[in-house]
């Protein structure tokens, strides 16, 4: 084609910007200008930003805990100083989201049960990154049989029935029975690095073949070198951008478990997933028990994957959004 | 259909007997991007004749394929196109779809640049080429078969029966094109455009299918209009040929005037950077310095002038229009006009006669 | 073809025996998988004996088995269709997942045919037209679509879809739970209990695949083949549904191929909220109940389903994209 002209469909011309790794020479310390591109590119994304600050709103909130917490915490039925109360109350002055059906009240237990369901969330994330970049970077770095062996790998976990698997580990696996919030984030963040590693695999693939790699390779520079310097922090802002994600799929996923009655134990501690399972059975009598909790997932779901979607914006402005 | 008296005449008929098949006038089309609104083509006028052939040549970004995809109102939806394109009188620019549609592929045919992705890799050619067949009624479904068969055979595809089965991967470049050229072919249009028909193929292969675009047209009698970069493709087989530059026409005229007395100075730049193997090996290739100027900022006054050797500071405040080229005293056209060999520049005169030097280009783009 | 469908046989075998592998470390080696049961004084001792011995955990005298020695006897059971008893039912398990199946098959052909066409047509859409109001609401809503867990969907349609809708307008468009009423078997009748499962499960993968579709669809949009069938002079709804959809459908049939475990991580839900008597809900009782042979078993036909969906994924594809012959 000589005119880049030919598409049917106006479709918005997307600014280019200079690829990062073209500026990470081999001795040069990394600065921070492609970083500023991105954190432009990432502020002028309204929807991100308004995301965002929601998120930041939503985990302040969550954490202001403590405050309400001499505030009817979970006492059933009446305690010294505070005031009698009765199950599935409607919101009130002293219950602003009513009570639940044992009369604990419900603002508390959302602030608690988010607390709980974003730090899973965070934690699952966080540990299935670690092992994704491992995996990932170890397999596209030195390629060949361990390739190929931890690629089969990959593929082998996710042709896996994985929420059944979750399943049966927390009903047969003796360290991961009970609901605890240690043995939920275990379990998923076993399931939950695949996608990841495949992606840093794939990005590591061609980094490796980059002239700067091959250039400090020449230069003598160590694997652990390269990989620190040249590989990691290349991959940094896709490996961001999954990590983002994957906070997501790790909420809805703890709160299906919990709402099947598997994940974090209710008797222990609440989330906003094991709230909606009891909720669910009196929605009608008392439906702001399946909402508010619905809502927090929803929302904080929701606001995760647009920042998710901004930084993937902000790094690779060219891609198009297509799910996950 | 044409008619088959026509064939011979067509090469031979004066234009005043015909009148244009296709009359371009004063086109212009612009697109919005980015950095404001673009124009990639700016005021193009031209006519062709049955069974003539035009060519129109330029650098990459110049305007002519925009051109040719206008003809045919294939741009962009949102794409601003004024001016006239009269195609046997009706003028297509805002034309409705059902009569656009009518005369695509029917009328007026295209083929394009790489032919391996202009053919949907998941269809049969058979299915592509008899879809045009019967969206135009040319035959009934049960003969659609037998004709795409002829039509395979007549672009010098061997075992058609076989061929027309298989699905454009499993063709070679040049015989895509082939197939490209048989779609085109299917309801014997009056006019063909050729978008680049051979840039994307191999050398060798490059002759085989102008040698089948000109046996073609010598058959049927349609008019081709042929778009290239390369004035190798041109020489020899249009009759006449239009030089774009920056989205005009910056020389018309016969192709044998232009390629002997060119009077443009972006002309002469184009011959002379053109491959002459017979040229001694030191003055083979002289290109024009710089590149063309993006649609989006073209420079003020005459848009060649930051490359033009030959620029004074007038080129870069007055924009030249087409005016008689100083020898288009060869071209002797009875009826006026249709033959001109007309050149946009101030100094033609004085670029022919060598009465000015040439020089560095001021800038270069 | 025919080798490439035969390879993908022999690696989902290869994958069967890893799944066999990761199952019975799980649920037999790791832990006591008759912990639970024991403790149960409604289990008699006799039962857990007879269990015992069925899943060679011990010998005929009482003695603990080697674990390479269980697991050959468990996978030699599994070959010959033999996946043992379940101790709550007091049925084969074979005949327990047979009978499981058809309900879940039913929403599983819902939940393809549902998310697949009202994903292809919302993308398309989206595509053809980008960046409408249309676009945008499409796109917003695909957004709220995957940031919600399907339980929400499942409640929320059983209750006020149908519960609610029913208390207020007194029409009863949709049942809350089962498959059919008792007594009126007949088509209407099923489809009504079907149509709100169905949805809870399509709403996750419509709002997925819709937005692959759309972005697939784009890119076919701007191919040159598409101008040449403009070029033809057919009409654009001819352009869009012969030459632009068929090859939009490519990428995502491909994502469709390993969406067969996502379908059952949402059956569990969609089941138990509805009462559906398949396969996620036969799971989640075998998995209350620490029914462990119908847990093994389970997990197996599951696995064999999931790779069996993928193989049929895949020689689809090979029919829509004649590029693609394995050989």
Known sequence: MTESFHDPLEHPKVPTIVPADDHAGEEVPFTDSPFSIVRKRFFANRAALVALAILVLIVIFTMSYPLFANYVVHSTYSEPGSISVLPYQGPSAQHWLGTDDISRDEFLRILKGGQISIFVGLAVA?????????????????????????????DFFLSLPVIALMLTATKFVPILKGGSVFSVVVILSFFSWMILARVVRGETLTLREREY?????????????????????????????????????????????SFLGFGVSPALTPTWGNMLNSASDVISRSPILFWAPALGIIVTVM???????GLRDAFDPKSIRGGQ | ????????????????????????????????????????????SFEMSKGETLAIVGESGSGKSVTSLAVMSLLPLKTKITGKVLFEGVDLVGADEKTLQNLRGNRISMIFQDPLTALNPVLTIERQISETLLKHKMVTKSKAPERVAELLDLV??????????????????????????????ACEPDLLIADEPTTALDVTVQAQVLDLL???????????????????????????????YAGRVVETGSIDTVFEAPAMPYSIGLLASNTRLDAPLEERLVPIPGSPPSPSARPSGCAFHPRCTYAKDRCKVDDPVLRPAPQSGQATDPDGGLLAHLGACHYMEEVASGSVEGHEPEEQV | MLSHVVRRVLTGIVTLFAVTIV??????????????????PSVSQVTIKKLEQEFHLKDANGKPVPLVTRYVSWVGDLAQGDLGTSFHEKRPVTELLARAMWPTAQLFLGWLIVSFVIAVLVGAYSAIKPYTLGDRLASGASFVGFSAPVFFWAVLFQYYLAIELTRITGIKLFYVSGMVTPGQDTIPNRLSHLALPVMTLAIATIAQWSRYERSSMLDVIRADYIRTARAKGLSKWAVIMRHALRNALLPLVTVIGVEAGIFLGGAFVTEKVYSWPGMGRLFIKAIEQSDFPVVMGWLIVATIFVIVFGIITDVVYSFLDPRIRYD
């Open chain 2, 1 to 44: 259909m044409s008619d088959p008296n026509a064939t011979a005449a067509a090469s031979t008929a004066s234009p005043a007997d015909v009148g244009p098949i296709l009359r371009v006038e004063d086109l212009k089309v612009s697109f919005k991007s980015e950095e404001g609104e673009v124009r990639a083509v700016d005021g193009v």
């Open chain 2, 214 to 244: 000109d046996h073609l047209q010598e058959r049927t009698g349609m008019a081709l209009l042929l778009i290239s970069h390369d004035l190798g493709v041109v020489a020899g087989r249009a009759d006449r040929v239009n030089v774009m």
């Open chain 3, 23 to 40: 199952v019975f470390f799980m649920v037999t080696a790791v832990g006591d998988p008759l912990a639970e049961l024991r403790s149960k």
């Open chain 1, 303 to 309: 606001c995760v994957n647009f920042v998710g979607d």
């Open chain 1, 126 to 154: 966080a540990v299935s990154t670690v092992i994704g970049v491992v995996i990932g970077s170890y397999s596209g770095f030195f390629g060949g049989r361990a390739d190929r062996t931890l690629m089969s790998v990959v």
């Open chain 1, 213 to 257: 790699v091959h250039a400090a390779r020449m230069a003598g520079a160590s694997t652990w070198r390269i990989i620190t310097r040249h590989v990691l922090p290349n991959i940094a802002g896709v490996v961001l951008v999954q990590a983002t994600l994957s906070v997501a799929i790790a909420i809805i996923t703890e709160s299906t478990l």
């Open chain 2, 156 to 185: 010098g595809i061997s075992d058609v029966k076989q061929r027309m089965k298989q699905y454009a991967h499993e063709f070679s470049g040049g015989m895509c094109q082939r197939v490209m050229i048989a779609m085109a072919m």
